[in-house]
Nanobody, 121 residues
Framework: VQLQASGGGLVQPGGSLTLSCTAS????????MGWYRQAPGKKRESVAV???????TYADSVKGRFTISRDNAKNTVYLQMNSLKLEDTSVYYC????????????????WGQGTQVTVSS
């Protein structure tokens, strides 16, 4: 089972980006999915998390600007980021809690490889 993230890049302040992350492999089900970020010299922090029942939690710093969503048919989670600020610059990581199908029933906490988001004028 692996996660593949994409969509990072360079954007001006006030701009928008959409990140996506797709899980693949021997997947029985996906529980929570989320996005985290880590800036140089800082701890990794939660940005947005969505449960299997679509319950959503956002970091206070991104509320009203970022939107997390998931497409269960595609095993994919998205992060729509609007009104980006300089302080949003970071490496963004996707995370998913996955129940495997082979072997059946093993709970896996998987991370994607990270995608760089740089907000700069």
């Amino acid at each position: 089972v692996q996660l593949q993230a994409s969509g990072g890049g360079l954007v001006q302040p006030g701009g928008s980006l959409t990140l996506s992350c797709t899980a693949s492999g021997s997947i029985f089900s996906i529980n929570r999915m989320g996005w985290y970020r880590q800036a140089p010299g800082k701890k990794r922090e939660s940005v947005a998390v969505i449960s299997s029942g679509n319950s959503i939690t956002y970091a206070d710093s991104v509320k009203g600007r970022f939107t997390i969503s998931r497409d269960n048919a595609k095993n994919t989670v998205y992060l729509q980021m609007n009104s980006l600020k300089l302080e949003d610059t970071s490496v963004y990581y996707c995370n998913a809690l996955i129940t495997s199908s082979q072997p059946m029933g093993v709970l896996l906490d998987k991370w994607g490889q990270g995608t760089q988001v740089t907000v700069s004028s």
